[in-house]
């Protein structure tokens, strides 16, 4: 089956805009992550979804960052007045949920994001 | 907190050489541990995983065993192939978090 696919693959923008990712899970996996691959701070978790909620959002580096997942399923990732340290690679996993194994994180392609 | 802390790149070897790329951690609980890899132009992949000590992991000939007594969890092959040139990355999973945290990732370059 289809994997998890983010959009847009590559964005560049100014200093100062607002830029959307968008992450799409694989179908029926009910959690979802987001983490930033950076030359500086290597893969860092940014927050967590368990359905439409994020229990865990301890990886947001500032205010300026906020994420949302609605229908259980698309999740948009969403950065405010973009700085020049916010140039990284954002990354989308989902996995499913259960209460006794380890799952498995699916990765997507990433987001690669440069900051003007 | 938790950390990973993997061996510093490139390691660089011949083809058919005996590959062994060193990660330690730390955890507050009981983690689970993780092989992931990234190759050239692709996302991260899980390569293997142990969930408890002693635990060994395998996946396309590749090794790593949860080591509770040093902390570790190794990551080796007996025979690297040109094939097996890519980035890997360490990571843990501590009891009560859903987050990976991932070592700063090890890039293996196989020579024919």
């Known amino acids: 089956g289809a994997g998890v696919s983010q959009s847009p693959s590559n964005k560049v923008t100014e200093k100062g805009k607002d830029v959307e990712l968008r992450c799409d899970p694989i179908?029926?996996?009910?959690?979802l992550y987001w983490y930033r691959q950076s030359l500086g701070q290597g893969l860092e978790f940014l927050i967590y979804f368990q359905g439409n909620s994020a229990p865990d959002k301890s990886g947001l580096p500032s205010d300026r960052f906020s994420a949302e997942r609605t229908g259980g399923s698309v999740s948009t990732l969403t950065i405010q007045r973009t700085q020049q340290e916010d140039s990284a690679v954002y990354l989308c996993a989902s996995s499913e949920t259960s209460g006794l194994a380890v799952e498995t994180q699916y990765f997507g392609p990433g987001t690669r994001l440069l900051v003007l | 907190g938790d950390s990973v802390t993997q061996m510093e790149g490139p390691v660089t070897l011949s083809e058919e050489a005996f590959l062994t790329i060193n990660c330690t951690y730390t955890?507050?609980?009981?983690?689970?541990l993780f092989w992931y890899v990234q190759y050239p132009g692709e996302g991260l992949q899980l390569l293997l995983k142990a969930t408890k000590a002693d635990d060994k992991g395998s996946n396309k000939g590749f090794e790593a065993t949860y080591r509770k007594e040093t902390t570790s969890f190794h990551l080796e092959k007996g025979s690297v192939q040109v094939s097996d040139s890519a980035v890997y990355f360490c990571?843990?999973?501590?009891?009560?978090?859903?987050?990976?945290?991932f070592g700063s990732g090890t890039r293996l370059q196989v020579q024919p």
């Open positions: 990571a843990l999973k501590d009891t009560g978090r859903r987050a990976l945290t």
């Open positions: 179908s029926g996996h009910t959690a």
């Open positions: 955890a507050t609980g009981y983690p689970s």
